[in-house]
């Protein structure tokens, strides 16, 4: 009497292990993952404009005011006084940074030309603060 295993019910050796199923579970992550991330950014259509910092970026006087229509002021001087005293001051590029504090409505246009204008005058350090 043989009491030996036949060839079908014998155990598998470590080296006859079949691969197929950590295959499959390693295409099931792939799978998975794809499905729930994200390829593409989001598009965002509105964006919130920073917020000033409270304290002081430069000394006093030395803060260019733009309203929402794009008018200039600097302390008590408006429009066309404000950029002729910007000019004394700044003339030469001694007069240090300028802080241009914006309006959250003024638009980029009306930024970029002042931005020239004042570059025209001599300011060679400005700082744009947005926002409340």
Same mark, same amino acid.
């Given at each position: 009497?043989?009491? @030996?295993?036949? #060839?079908?019910?014998?155990?598998?050796? /470590?080296?006859?292990?079949?691969?197929?199923?950590?295959?499959?579970?390693?295409?099931?992550?792939?799978?998975?993952?794809?499905?729930?991330?994200? #390829?593409?950014?989001?598009? @965002?259509?509105?964006?919130?404009?920073?917020?000033?910092?409270?304290?002081?970026?430069?000394?006093?006087?030395?803060?260019l005011?733009? /309203?929402?229509?794009?008018?200039?002021?600097? !302390?008590?001087?408006? !429009?066309?006084?404000?950029?002729?005293?910007? !000019?004394?001051?700044?003339?030469? !590029?001694?007069?240090? #940074?300028?802080?241009?504090?914006?309006?959250? /409505?003024?638009e980029?246009?009306?930024?970029?030309?002042? #931005?020239?204008?004042?570059? /025209?005058?001599?300011? @060679?350090?400005?700082?744009?603060? @947005?926002?409340?």
């Amino acid at each position: 009497m043989s009491f @030996t295993e036949p #060839l079908e019910i014998r155990r598998r050796s /470590a080296s006859e292990t079949s691969v197929v199923p950590m295959i499959n579970v390693a295409f099931l992550l792939i799978i998975f993952f794809l499905m729930s991330s994200t #390829l593409v950014p989001e598009q @965002t259509a509105d964006v919130d404009l920073p917020l000033a910092v409270t304290g002081k970026v430069a000394g006093e006087g030395k803060e260019l005011v733009v /309203a929402a229509d794009g008018s200039v002021a600097w !302390g008590a001087l408006r !429009g066309e006084a404000a950029f002729e005293a910007l !000019g004394d001051v700044y003339g030469g !590029g001694a007069g240090g #940074l300028l802080v241009i504090k914006a309006d959250k /409505a003024v638009e980029g246009a009306a930024i970029a030309r002042i #931005l020239a204008r004042i570059g /025209a005058i001599g300011v @060679t350090e400005s700082a744009l603060v @947005t926002g409340s």
